[in-house]
């Protein structure tokens, strides 16, 4: 798979990749295809979990993942690699969120959960159309925990977060949750630990993205393409603007730059 490889794009999903629907529309699925019958790979890059990207992307046939914000990136089924919570670590965070009145979902790359049930939860995953995970205020004792993610409608006070745990990564990316990883970890390093992995240091590289956790991804690779719908930091950044998500933006990306 990693033979001639002429190239490699970095997508995100939510408000990129994926439709005003959270689907990848066929247009995005034929580009998808071309792109590899042309020689580049096509690595998506999100905040979300191994569980969440596969059956979403089944239809694209895409096998390299960069998820969880860096936290765990697989290839070709093989775990490249991960960085994991301490028990001390999460058992801390847990205590803070309840005594604050946050809400938090713990992930690994394979499975996610709530600590408690709150209506911030519910809305941050209605924004992506998926159901609200499952509760468990024992499961984090036995699993690891790559990525936490603080329920949370409150972004004046952010700043709690940030003073309680300063060792920690964070990512606004909605306005009912904050993607929070270990500190030196993000798309960006991601990417850069990818490359290495599969010798592909030397290509072209190309991302895709709209939010915040995508900052770290744009300033990674050698061609920095923000989505119409992007916040304007993004933007600033990037070389190339393109149509929204739901505008056909991927497509008139990658015919802007020849790749399909």
């Avoid at 959270?22 to 580009?31: E, F």
Wanted: glycine share 6%; proline share 4%; with cysteine.
């Amino acid at each position: 798979m990693m033979k001639n490889i002429k190239a490699v794009c970095f997508f995100d999903l939510d408000g990129t990749l994926l439709n005003e629907k959270s689907v990848l529309g066929v247009d995005t699925i034929q580009a998808l295809s071309q792109l590899k019958a042309n020689g580049v790979l096509p690595v998506i890059a999100t905040g979300r979990s191994m569980k969440e990207v596969k059956h979403l992307v089944e239809a694209g046939k895409i096998d390299a993942f960069l998820t969880l914000n860096g936290q765990y990136i697989e290839v070709s089924g093989e775990k490249v690699y991960e960085s994991v919570f301490s028990p001390e670590e999460v058992e801390a965070f847990i205590q803070f969120v309840q005594e604050n009145r946050y809400g938090v979902a713990l992930y690994n790359a394979f499975e996610f959960w709530g600590y408690a049930l709150t209506d911030e939860m519910v809305h941050a995953y209605a924004v992506i159309h998926a159901p609200t995970p499952p509760i468990s205020q024992t499961k984090h004792l036995e699993k690891n925990i790559h990525m936490l993610l603080a329920l949370t409608e409150t972004p004046d006070r952010d700043v709690e977060f940030y003073q309680a745990f300063p060792s920690f990564n964070y990512f606004r990316n909605s306005p009912s949750s904050i993607d929070i990883t270990k500190d030196g970890n993000d798309k960006g390093v991601g990417v850069k630990r990818l490359l290495e992995k599969l010798n592909l240091v030397d290509v072209p590289t190309y991302a895709f993205g709209d939010g915040r956790n995508d900052l770290a991804l744009l300033k990674a690779v050698n061609h920095p393409i923000a989505m119409e719908n992007a916040i304007p930091e993004l933007k600033d950044v990037a070389e190339f603007v393109t149509k929204s998500n739901a505008d056909g933006g991927i497509v008139f990306a990658l015919q802007h730059f020849g790749l399909i």
